[in-house]
């Protein structure tokens, strides 16, 4: 099971209403890449595809395809605003490394 805290789904929704993609969700996959071995992809999507695990956390659909769900199984997805920026943060049981960045892990 993947989880959005209050904040990130608050977020995802704000995006979805300025899409206008009310009826849609937050498509979350992994893919190979990044200093550590894995980075996330995240995006606005209409609809989920035909293999997809829909999962609803928030009051927001996650659509999640075959590839990325055991990567992502006890993911929790946060959101935070700074001075410096704001965006989503990912809390993974599954990797055990980050890169230096912070923006890969295996």
């Not at 929704?13 to 899409?19: D, G, I, L, N, Q």
């Amino acid at each position: 099971m993947i989880a959005l805290t209050d904040e990130a789904a608050v977020a995802v929704k704000a995006a979805m209403s300025r899409a206008g993609k009310t009826d849609g969700g937050l498509r979350i996959m992994v893919e190979t890449g990044g200093c550590a071995g894995y980075k996330y992809h995240i995006g606005l999507d209409s609809e989920p595809r035909t293999d997809d695990a829909v999962i609803e956390t928030g009051g927001v659909k996650l659509f999640i395809d075959p590839d990325s769900q055991p990567v992502l199984a006890g993911m929790r997805v946060g959101y935070v605003e700074s001075f410096e920026g704001s965006g989503f943060t990912f809390e993974n049981p599954n990797a055990v490394s980050h890169c230096g960045c912070g923006k890969s892990f295996k």
